[in-house]
């Protein structure tokens, strides 16, 4: 069964450069979310979309945005990186914002 | 904001043992799912559980969501050695603001042959 893609799945950037990940989701999933974990912690909600409108959004930095695209795949644009950046992002989508969130595999940023 | 209390932390078994892990909250919550996560990969869902009271069962993996809507426990029988991983409880609530996941800390677990 097809699973939620990410990419890249590593990125090393250095302090002040832009970054962008790529999500595409589980085919008919209308919503997506990102989630940023870091080295020994639980996954912090950054934002999610319902059909390419912004449906929820949690601590997601203001140098961060992120945008649903018509179809339906998602980016996380990251600006102005910071040492403290470097986490591994994940992506996940549900069918209906109700519906059970399936994760990709994850894109490991480091920023130098 | 809300939170999850997952405990234990860690724990390190004999394989064919049995485990339990929990998670509770202040809150109330319309769904609880659990995720396995193995080091550098995503969260994979093993259960989720959308009625208070409702037990269900995965091969080996029992989760049950609390009938007050405010815990969930998992139970894994019979461990096996690639059960290792941590293992997060996650909390929904619809409505407003809050139809993200709300994750717990997290247990790790570690199986010994």
């Known amino acids: 069964a097809a699973g939620v893609i990410q990419s890249p799945r590593h990125l090393i950037k250095e302090k002040r450069e832009t970054a962008t990940l790529k999500c595409y989701p589980i085919?008919?999933?209308?919503?997506v979310y990102w989630y940023q974990q870091g080295p020994g912690q639980d996954p912090q909600f950054l934002i999610s979309?319902?059909?390419?409108?912004?449906?929820d959004k949690g601590s997601i930095p203001d140098r961060f945005s992120a945008q649903q695209f018509s179809d339906y795949h998602s980016e996380l644009n990251m600006s102005s990186l910071e040492l403290g950046d470097s986490a591994l992002y994940f992506c996940?989508?549900?069918?209906?914002?109700?519906?059970?969130?399936?994760f990709g595999e994850g894109s490991r940023l480091t920023v130098l | 904001g809300q939170q999850l209390n997952q405990s234990p932390q860690s724990m390190f078994i004999q394989e064919g043992e049995d485990v339990s892990m929990n998670c509770t909250s202040s809150?109330?919550?319309?769904?609880w799912l659990w995720y396995k996560q193995d080091p550098g990969e995503g969260p994979v869902l093993l259960i989720a559980?959308?009625?208070?009271?409702e037990l269900t069962s995965n091969g080996r993996l029992t989760a049950q969501f609390g009938i007050t809507r405010k815990d969930s426990f998992l139970n894994i029988s019979a461990s096996i050695p690639s059960d290792v991983g941590i293992y997060f409880c996650?909390?929904?609530?619809?409505?407003?603001?809050?139809?993200?996941?709300?994750f717990g800390k997290g247990t790790k677990l570690s199986v010994k042959p």
């Open positions: 996940a989508s549900s069918p209906g914002e109700t519906g059970e969130l399936f």
């Open positions: 085919p008919r999933h209308d919503t």
């Open positions: 979309f319902y059909e390419k409108m912004q449906s």
């Open positions: 809150s109330i919550f319309n769904t």
């Open positions: 559980l959308y009625k208070a009271g």
């Open positions: 996650a909390g929904r609530n619809y409505g407003g603001s809050q139809g993200n996941l709300i």
